[in-house]
């Protein structure tokens, strides 16, 4: 059996499973709107929740971004009828923990339990969504740590070339933003402002409960229901389309105290609803995916240009991030800018061998199982791939897509996506 039989073997193994797995999720939808999905583990003595809602720097501005993630941590902090550590205290008596947190397409409200007590904790969770006392106090806590966070990102030389890179791909595009937001809009949002993001995103119609774990189904709808069933719909869904983007295509260098420099290449590829998000999934793992890819192989390898390099390629509702990135030294910046070029223009040239693209499945497969271990994580699959408008169970079908990938589709996702490229190169100063 060679190599590439073996790897595709692999693949096809991890899209049945995958198959399987999607017959134990139970869908419902309250009569106000909100979506409610249950995948039941009988195996799992603890329980998983994540109710999430449609928002985050995808719905702001540069005035407000931030303003998602600055609520929802604000929001664990205290409700109308436990303060902070009475709610740390409560979750920690069902034996789990509650947080929250927003990102770029969805904020987050996260709890888990032991099984048995799944009922407590989805109250908790009801409890920090229904009926947030915003405290002074923890406003004012969590700002400090949010601008806290924006200055370690601008400190940290990779990050702060990404974030650049988004900027300058995405210009005037809302995935510009960061989902910890930009300071001089965290160091301005008041309560009021919270107060009226709050009531604007908390509306049924944009969010999903996702429960996993040892569970009835049927009990968890219920459950769901008395929860839940009392908010006022109306809100709308927040399904529009992301605006389009244009690649600008241009190359920027920065100078910041570093011991490396930072190479990174972007482009702007397709939306998670696109037929070719899985071939250009592939592309990305052909390229940066492990000590395999292309980039490992050639650049450090065999020429030592790199400390470490890889690929990104985001998950987005809209026009989605592809990124090629290298930690190199000072002295060899041109050199290996330079290949990490070559190699994406030899890839549009010809398409990858068999071997390479069987290898990149199987590390696509590999990646996705890993991640979909524990219940939090296949919660916040389901109710991610919902909200965005996917469906629940858009992870089984991609796993089943990606081994009808051919190395003729990788290299015309390559042709199609591959081009224009936005190239930011951060020097040590």
């Known amino acids: 059996m060679?190599?590439?039989l073996a790897l595709a073997l692999i693949v096809l193994a991890g899209a049945t499973t995958a198959a399987a797995d999607e017959t134990r999720v139970t869908r419902s939808t309250?009569?106000?709107?909100?979506?409610?999905?249950?995948?039941?583990?009988?195996?799992?003595?603890?329980?998983?929740i994540s109710l999430l809602v449609r928002a985050g720097a995808r719905f702001e501005t540069p005035e407000n971004a931030g303003i998602t993630n600055f609520l929802h941590r604000v929001i664990a902090r205290g409700t109308t009828r436990r303060s902070h550590v009475e709610l740390s205290i409560a979750a920690e008596e069902l034996g789990g923990s509650i947080d929250a947190s927003g990102d770029v397409e969805y904020a987050e409200i996260r709890g888990t339990a032991l099984a048995r007590h799944w009922e407590a904790m989805l109250g908790l969770v009801a409890e920090v969504a229904l009926q947030p006392s915003l405290p002074a106090d923890a406003i004012q806590t969590e700002r400090r740590l949010?601008?806290?966070?924006?200055?370690?990102?601008?400190?940290?030389?990779?990050?702060?070339?990404?974030?650049?890179?988004?900027?300058?791909?995405?210009?005037?595009?809302?995935?510009?933003?960061?989902?910890?937001?930009?300071?001089?809009?965290?160091?301005?949002?008041?309560?009021?402002d919270l107060l009226a993001h709050y009531r604007a995103t908390f509306q049924p119609q944009r969010m999903v409960l996702a429960v996993g774990g040892q569970v009835v189904p049927a009990r968890v709808v219920a459950a769901a229901g008395k929860l839940f069933g009392g908010m006022a719909g109306g809100g709308g869904s927040a399904a529009d389309p992301a605006p389009s983007l244009t690649p600008p295509g241009k190359r920027r260098v920065l100078e910041r105290p570093a011991q490396q420099a930072q190479v990174l290449v972007g482009f702007a590829g397709p939306s998670v609803a696109d037929p070719d998000y899985a071939a250009v999934k592939v592309l990305g793992a052909v390229l940066g995916g492990g000590m395999s890819g292309r980039f490992f192989v050639e650049l450090r390898d065999k020429l030592g240009l790199a400390y470490s390099l890889g690929a990104i390629y985001a998950t987005r509702a809209g026009p989605a991030l592809i990124v090629g990135y290298m930690g190199t030294a000072p002295a060899s910046v041109e050199p290996a800018e330079a290949g990490m070029l070559r190699e994406i223009e030899r890839i549009r040239r010809e398409p990858p061998n068999a071997e390479e693209v069987a290898r990149a499945k199987a590390y696509l497969q590999g990646t996705l199982a890993m991640d979909r271990r524990t219940n939090a994580r296949q919660a916040w699959y389901l109710a991610f791939f919902e909200l965005i408008g996917a469906g629940y169970d858009f992870p089984d079908r991609y796993a089943r897509q990606l081994g009808t990938v051919t190395a003729a589709d990788v290299q015309a996702a390559a042709r199609r996506y591959l081009e224009r490229p936005t190239i930011i190169v951060l020097r040590p100063r």
Request: charged fraction near 15%.
């Open 2 to 4: 060679t190599i590439a």
């Open 30 to 48: 309250l009569p106000n709107g909100l979506r409610v999905l249950v995948r039941e583990n009988p195996a799992a003595g603890v329980v998983a």
């Open 146 to 192: 949010i601008l806290s966070q924006i200055q370690t990102r601008a400190d940290q030389p990779f990050q702060f070339a990404l974030d650049a890179l988004l900027g300058d791909l995405y210009a005037g595009h809302p995935y510009a933003l960061p989902g910890v937001g930009l300071r001089a809009g965290v160091e301005k949002i008041s309560r009021d």
